[in-house]
Nanobody, 128 residues
Framework: QLQASGGGLVQAGGSLRLSCAPS????????VGWFRQAPGKEREFVAA????????YYSDSVKGRFTISRDNAKNTVYLQMNSLNAEDTANYYC???????????????????????WGQGTLVTVSS
């Protein structure tokens, strides 16, 4: 129901921009999060953005390097990733929730089960 794209192979220090778009839905009513999962590890929160774009949130590991944004006119959410390093290698997933309040609660927005809809993932590989 969500289509994530933009992954690929990049050298350490490089950049990628991921995109997330829904199939048959109007994205503006959803708060959206990005998660990632590396081999053998649990899925972890990366970033989230509220419906109105006013509020954005990041994990400590990506703060200052990644930027989440959305263009509701284009029905798309982006994750701009700069200064990539090997630890960023993972499958990246976008997820969406209609629960307005959950995005403002740190305990809820960082939990995968808060989100109702998920994309299939896009692989990011950072070579060192």
């Amino acid at each position: 129901q969500l289509q994530a794209s933009g992954g690929g192979l990049v050298q350490a220090g490089g950049s990628l921009r991921l995109s997330c778009a829904p199939s048959g839905r109007t994205f503006s009513i959803y708060s959206v999060g990005w998660f990632r999962q590396a081999p053998g590890k649990e899925r972890e929160f990366v970033a989230a953005i509220s419906r109105t774009t006013t509020n954005t949130y990041y994990s400590d590991s990506v703060k200052g390097r990644f930027t989440i944004s959305r263009d509701n006119a284009k029905n798309t959410v982006y994750l701009q990733m700069n200064s990539l390093n090997a630890e960023d290698t993972a499958n990246y997933y976008c997820a969406a929730t209609t629960s307005y309040g959950s995005i403002f609660d740190v305990a809820r927005r960082e939990r995968p089960d808060t989100y109702d809809y998920w994309g299939q993932g896009t692989l990011v590989t950072v070579s060192s």
